[in-house]
């Protein structure tokens, strides 16, 4: 299934933080523009976290506001340290004091954080919060709905599946996701009806390609979930439903299902 961090943007919430950092910098800044010091510190929090958790701490002292706080949160993330992450955002959440969707993208990255650390409940409650902020986003309802399916609550998953899709038809990734859940509520039918329409829309998706081939192997069409799985392995080997396709490669010589 698609990440939950998929539909996580940090973009909105990037420009109210990037102008909190703004505002509270003191004569200690020297920062000529805050927006590059913030788009520097999360770019080395991501390839590097523990240089990035430094760097964002350095600035924080320096003034650099919710934008730097937010860059130590998310040095922690990746460096693994999700629940510590997960706490971090939701403080910051709650000190935002207005622009409700800002609040509600730093609730959302601390759902991926609690998902993250395999805290699906936590997830679904922060996202509940998020939802309530910003109603008509699609993509916290695809994340509240992997949390479902990390609770095996395929049922609730698709409920939140069936809107997102209904208010963004073009959603590669959610169509994807609700195939998967569709078959593991043996809806087969509509699950490869869901994965047709995101190969229409994106024909070399791998995790659509995946998708298919497993609910071809599912109805005994072993030759084209052979074909489906080779091509996810052939052109796009770094992705991480290749690995997923290479093991029901094997599976398939083997005779048992995929997964």
């Not at 996202?127 to 609550?153: M, N, Q, T, W, Y």
Request: net charge negative.
């Amino acid at each position: 299934m698609p990440g939950l961090g998929r539909s996580l943007s940090i973009s909105a919430a990037a420009i109210w933080l990037i102008a909190s950092a703004a505002q509270a910098a003191d004569a200690l800044s020297d920062d000529a523009d805050p927006a590059a010091r913030y788009g520097a510190c999360m770019e080395l929090a991501r390839k590097n976290p523990e240089a990035g958790f430094e760097s964002a701490l350095a600035w924080r002292d320096m003034g650099g506001g919710l934008s730097a706080e937010h860059c130590a949160a998310t040095a922690l993330n990746a460096n693994g340290q999700h629940a510590v992450a997960a706490r971090r955002f939701e403080d910051i959440a709650q000190r935002i004091k207005k622009e409700s969707q800002f609040k509600a993208a730093i609730l959302g990255h601390a759902a991926q954080a609690w998902l993250l650390a395999g805290d699906p409940d936590r997830t679904i409650a922060v996202l509940d919060a998020a939802i309530a902020l910003d109603p008509l986003s699609a993509g916290f309802l695809v994340d509240r709905a992997e949390a479902h399916a990390a609770r095996k609550d395929y049922k609730s998953a698709r409920i939140d599946l069936d809107v997102a899709v209904h208010r963004d038809p073009y959603d590669v990734d959610a169509l994807v996701f609700r195939a998967s859940t569709r078959r593991y509520l043996e809806d087969m039918a509509g699950a490869r009806e869901d994965v047709d329409r995101a190969l229409d829309l994106d024909p070399g998706n791998p995790d659509a390609l995946l998708e298919r081939g497993i609910l071809k192997r599912l109805t005994g069409d072993n030759n084209g979930a052979r074909q489906d799985w080779a091509a996810v392995v052939t052109t796009a080997p770094e992705a991480s439903a290749a690995t997923a396709a290479q093991r029901n490669l094997e599976l398939l010589d083997v005779r048992q299902d995929p997964k």
